[in-house]
């Protein structure tokens, strides 16, 4: 089993930044896509970003480029999601997510997840 938990949620005013971080243990893949979900209140979980195993390529939902960013630290088995600009709409809790494959991630689903993280803008 592969065990995920996310940190760095919480707070934050309109127009400011968060940075999440999930770090992976237990029977990861030897080579594994990495991304982000979040899910807001009375809606379904959705796709927010993915990095494939080596970082060389990332993924992101159209409501979040250009402000979110994705990266990932394979010493630490470590993923992060920094937020800047942020928006009353990116209220939700966070979940990453582990796959072998980054598009299944970016397809919207993931073998593998955490229990989420809660962030919430103010407006």
């Known amino acids: 089993q592969v065990q995920l938990v996310e940190s760095g949620g919480g707070l934050v005013q309109a127009g400011g930044s968060l940075r999440l971080s999930c770090a992976a243990s237990?029977?990861?893949?030897?080579?594994?896509?990495m991304g982000w979900f979040r899910q807001a209140p009375g809606k379904e979980r959705e796709f927010v970003a993915a990095?494939?195993?080596?970082?060389?390529?990332?993924y992101f939902a159209d409501s979040v480029k250009g402000r979110f960013t994705i990266s990932r630290d394979n010493a630490k088995n470590t993923v992060y999601l920094q937020m800047n600009s942020l928006k009353s709409e990116d209220t939700a809790v966070y979940y990453c997510?582990?796959?072998?494959?980054?598009?299944?991630?970016?397809?919207?689903?993931?073998?593998?997840w955490g229990q989420g993280t809660q962030v919430t803008v103010s407006s």
């Open positions: 997510a582990v796959d072998q494959l980054t598009r299944t991630i970016a397809g919207g689903t993931s073998e593998y």
């Open positions: 237990g029977r990861t893949p030897s080579r594994y896509a």
């Open positions: 990095i494939t195993w080596n970082g060389g390529s990332t």
